[in-house]
């Protein structure tokens, strides 16, 4: 019977992934390539199978979690580009933390609640109508009891090392994800990337880093007071790129900024963590390894050489600013560990103004302005704006349900408050960078919509008049030439 079933999950499970792939990612049919698409659905099983001893309600299990990888990989890959990763069950937690920022409803709203409670109620009837395999004998079920799920727990932890590990590397040497969900199937590419990526964690010393912040430190006199501030917009490119209208401040980049273009960026639509990673660190993606898909997850945030940490040697004092949870992407943490001495979030915008359901962008601004205006040395601010976060859904601003016009509201905002900024900065030893996280996830920029690519600009104040240039960079790229701007001096 057990034997029976599991044939069921994998002819089923395979059939499914068949006839999601059909025309666009055809089963590979060589024989290794199925051993190990069907070495997954088999785990899979299994897994189900250590919760139950029941053959067909595992068995049933393994048929719905890869049809439910299947249709949300699908829809991701509509809206983002990609298919689901390993990483991507690791932001689960945020969902009921956060349900206003993904397109979900609270766990307590009737439409999730029901169903969740209907699936409950079947697997209880299923437990009730299917025998137990256990043996009968008492000791003998305790035993497989413990067994099954020691071997499996066993397995996952040895799953790095010998053997396994090496043959693991020759299979997936380096992330390919359209070529290994072709191979391998989804289910396949999902737990071996993740053992992959346990190969590759590396964990990192602070201590050497925070004692060469110390022992180099660069007195303050040596950076003239400079302030140099870095804008992270969220879903920012030209309205104009959306059929939108123009936006006065891009004018002002293309006749002000030292340097400006598009920014191409490791995300299309989401994944915000993978760009300020590459900005922050100057650390291309082909260089993180399977830590590429979310750079905070292995380290959270341990860089040494961060921009921040690279300021703070130079006797900046380095300050974070972003207007949302502390615990959202573990934020607070990640950023105390990239260098930032000090942070300023949701909690210290207590009465500033909201457009839609988060803090105005004109309003962060404004608190980034008087942070420079309280300074008493060098700064570096690093800055993440939330106006304009997804999803656009009516009900978000009054009178404008449709999610094109709201992006566009907030967009507006987004302009003015980099105008003020410009403004306020004029005058100052200062150098301003201002640049897109990833385009909109909107039906009307869906993947492919630029390649990727948002918009950018720096600007420098205080005696630099050299003439613009247009020059498009990686998001990596541009963190690199930022780590300049923290020891450029004085023009």
């Not at 025998?131 to 099954?148: C, D, M, N, R, T």
């Not at 999610?403 to 905002?413: E, I, K």
């Amino acid at each position: 019977m057990i034997l029976l079933a599991l044939s069921v999950a994998l002819a089923v499970s395979l059939a499914i992934e068949a006839f999601d792939g059909r025309g666009v990612r055809p089963v590979s049919r060589r024989p290794g390539d199925l051993a190990v698409r069907l070495g997954a659905y088999a785990l899979l099983c299994a897994f189900w199978f250590a919760f139950s001893w029941r053959p067909w309600l595992a068995a049933f299990s393994c048929i719905l979690t890869v049809a439910i990888l299947t249709v949300v990989s699908r829809l991701k890959r509509g809206v983002i580009g990609e298919p689901l990763v390993f990483s991507d069950f690791a932001l689960l937690r945020q969902v009921p933390r956060h349900p206003e920022l993904y397109y979900t409803r609270p766990l307590n709203d009737p439409r999730m609640a029901g169903p969740i409670l209907a699936s409950l109620a079947a697997v209880a009837l299923w437990y009730a109508v299917e025998p137990s395999a256990l043996p009968h004998e008492p000791s003998v079920a305790v035993l497989a009891v413990i067994a099954l799920p020691l071997a499996l727990w066993t397995l996952a932890r040895l799953a790095p090392d010998g053997a396994l590990g090496l043959w693991l590397t020759a299979r997936f040497p380096a992330p390919d994800l359209e070529r290994d969900v072709t191979r391998y199937g989804l289910p396949a590419t999902i737990l071996a990337y993740a053992v992959r990526w346990r190969m590759e964690r590396t964990p990192r010393d602070l201590t050497t880093a925070d004692s060469e912040e110390r022992d180099q430190g660069v007195s303050a006199d040596d950076t003239e007071n400079r302030v140099v501030v870095v804008v992270q917009l969220e879903s920012f490119i030209d309205p104009v790129r959306l059929g939108g209208p123009a936006l006065p401040v891009m004018e002002i980049v293309r006749t002000r900024a030292r340097q400006y273009g598009r920014l191409r960026v490791p995300a299309h639509g989401a994944y915000t963590m993978r760009t300020e990673h590459a900005v922050l660190t100057g650390r291309p993606p082909e260089s993180l390894g399977f830590g590429v898909f979310d750079p905070y997850l292995a380290g959270g945030g341990a860089e040494p050489t961060s921009l921040a940490r690279l300021a703070r040697r130079a006797g900046f004092e380095t300050l974070f600013i972003h207007p949302f949870h502390r615990d959202f992407f573990d934020r607070a943490a990640v950023m105390g560990r990239l260098g930032f001495g000090r942070l300023v979030m949701e909690e210290n915008f207590v009465g500033a103004p909201r457009i839609g359901p988060y803090i105005g962008d004109v309003a962060l601004a404004e608190r980034v302005l008087a942070e420079i205006r309280a300074r008493t040395g060098p700064l570096l601010v690093f800055c993440v704006t939330m106006e304009n976060h997804g999803p656009w859904k009516p009900g978000r601003l009054a009178g404008l349900d449709d999610p094109r016009a709201q992006y566009l509201h907030h967009v507006a905002h987004t302009g003015e408050a980099v105008e003020r900024l410009i403004a306020g900065l004029e005058g100052l030893p200062a150098t301003l960078c201002v640049f897109g996280d990833h385009a909109p996830s909107l039906a009307a920029c869906r993947p492919g919509f630029g390649g990727t690519a948002t918009d950018y600009a720096v600007l420098h104040f205080g005696g630099d008049d050299a003439a613009p240039i247009r020059r498009d960079l990686t998001a990596d790229a541009l963190g690199r030439q930022l780590r300049a701007e923290v020891s450029r001096p004085e023009a």
